[in-house]
């Protein structure tokens, strides 16, 4: 199939040339397509791929070719374009289209893919070239978030040095004690105080410094990798709780967010059972955050899970909720007990009509099924009254604290507010993650 793919391209950028046109090459992978392969099986999988090999094809012109490259990849060729926007225009359509939900052997199911793009001729001229870019953008979107597109440009090419150099030293870091977790306190409006954290795990490279979790978590995730450092990131959680509680600084509860690929381990509510036992902690002490477009990707097998890890007593948040497709109903079946607000909601919650009548809804969705609901990425006094208002039950971003270490959140804990010194002039559009 690849090589009648570059075939197809080949005779598409000889037409271009005489009829100087551009044509853009788009590279598709699929979000976390591993998962519903691993819990539902390769023929599920199977049928999946060609509903979505369907979907692209009615997307196209007769001009235009899709391939698949093997595994959960395909690529597209849009032929004799006039303009990069006609391209994009595409890309959005995919998008659209790859997220509507599909239904196989009676389960539902959603998907998502993270693009790349490259054009002919301004990024190459060789069919192999082109498709070589157009992967390393379709990386650039993954990195971004997944579930959207990115144009290639050079500077990408670094990344994806930097990318190969993060991967072969992520095997070791684990062995190298390289990571370290901190804690992004959240803030309880109400009584305006403290009762539990994030934790949110950082890579101390040796060479590029302090890395955030966008930088390495999805090669975690493609490598396996992201199953031992899951484990040593709920160890170390629950020591710390540990201690706190024996310092006498309880209750308080620490979230710690669960990948798509966790959540599919066969022994993972066992798993968090022994460590649970293993520092005499309560489940009430532990939150585990799944995102919602993890949850929905597969909502039979996610209710099920979730349902045994709150049966044990563990606090059930949906992160990044609004971004994904789930439905009131989808909710009511979820075990959960939090919705926490996605930052991009929030962040201009307090000029955008459209983000604050979001948040209102999301609010008012939480108040209506008795739910605790997290504001995060709050980093101005205009975001917080609005939140205050709407009657928002805790609130996480960098108008109280960045994300610190163990020892600032122990003094958080022992001072309480008092203790928070990023009130002023937090830093805008940084993750927190």
Known sequence: ??????????????????????????????????????????????????????RLKNLLRETD???????????????????????????????EALAEPVKVDHHELFITTSIGMVFFP????????????????????????????????????????RRIQIESNLRRALDREEFVLHYQPKVQLE???????????RW?????????????????????????????????????L??????????????????????????????????LDRYDL??????????????????????????????????????????GYSSLSHLKRFSVNTLKIDRSFVSEVDRNTTDAAIARAILAMGQSLDLNVVAEGVETETQLDFLKRHNCNEIQG???SRPVDSDSATRILREGLSALQARENPPAAVSTS
């Open 1 to 54: 199939n690849r090589m009648h793919f570059v075939e197809q391209l080949q005779n598409s950028l000889a037409m271009a040339r005489r009829l100087k046109k551009q044509v853009a090459v788009l590279f598709l992978d699929l979000d976390r397509f591993k998962i519903i392969n691993d819990t539902l099986g390769h023929a599920v999988g199977d049928e999946l791929l060609i509903e979505v090999a369907g």
């Open 65 to 95: 070719c899709v391939g698949r490259m093997g595994g959960d990849e395909f690529a597209v060729v849009l032929a004799n374009l006039q303009r990069q926007e006609d391209a994009e225009k595409v890309a959005r359509k995919i998008l």
């Open 122 to 161: 301004r990024d190459d001229e060789q069919p192999e070239e082109l498709l070589k870019k157009a992967d390393i953008a379709m990386y650039g979107a993954k990195a971004q978030g997944r579930n959207n597109y990115m144009i290639y440009h050079q500077g990408l090419d670094q990344d994806s040095e």
């Open 191 to 201: 009584k305006e105080r403290v009762t539990s954290f994030e934790a949110l795990v």
């Open 204 to 240: 101390r490279h040796p060479k590029l410094g302090l890395l955030l979790p966008k930088e390495f978590i999805s090669l975690a995730e493609e490598t396996g990798l992201i199953f031992p450092l899951g484990a040593w990131v709920l160890d170390q959680v629950c020591r710390q």
């Open 242 to 275: 540990q201690r706190w509680y024996q310092q006498g600084l309880g209750p308080v509860r620490v979230a710690v967010n669960l990948s798509g690929y966790q959540l599919q381990q066969q022994n993972l509510v066992e798993q968090i059972r022994q460590v």
């Open 282 to 323: 309560s489940a009430e002490a532990l939150e585990l955050e799944i995102t919602e477009t993890v949850v929905m990707q597969n909502p039979d097998f996610a209710v099920a899970i979730l349902r045994q890890l709150k049966d044990l007593g563990i606090h059930i948040s949906i992160d990044d909720f609004g971004t």
């Open 398 to 400: 960098f108008f109280f």
